[in-house]
């Protein structure tokens, strides 16, 4: 039903951006590995750790599903077809940049719900990867793709950044990032 309404749009479309696990981990819950690594301490006490797939199988099962069908229409995982995360970028997006995505109701078009809200955020996370200014974290398992660090407020530039240094070496050594390259 999707790609039937949206199927005449995919030609002309760079990138989509999906709030949904398009990929699953083995781990238990079948976490992803920067899921692990986002369920600790300094995320969990923000509120933007992720849901696990286990969860949500039926959610899980239909993202991707739908990764399928977008990779036979000639998206490719990770390339133009992304994962990206709302609650969080909700979070490390500065002031500015979230009052000018989503003005207070009464000034031109506004988000009505949370849904909308998201909604806007893939779209312009699918707008800055198509001009490339994401950064991704992740493993072979799956990557998480979040704006580049100057769209992000100060304060978790720097949360991020001690909770990468004061990850477990031996637990992580293999999530890889470029989010600190410039």
Known sequence: MFLKITGKYLKETKVIAIDAPLTIGKGKGLFRLYEKFLSTKIFRRERVNPVPPALMPKFSDFARELVKKLEKKGFVLGLNLIEV???????IFQDNLSKQLCPKPGLGQSC?????????????????????????????????????????????????YQAWMARPRLKYHRLITNIFTI
Not at 153 to 159: I, L, P, S, V
């Open 112 to 160: 009505r719900n949370e849904n909308q809200k998201s909604a806007l955020i893939c779209a312009t996370l699918a707008f800055l990867h198509s001009d490339f200014k994401t950064r991704y974290l992740g493993y072979k398992d799956g990557f998480l793709f979040l704006p580049e660090m100057s769209f992000w407020k100060k304060a978790w530039r720097k949360k991020f």
């Open 85 to 91: 995360s709302p609650t969080l970028v909700k979070k």
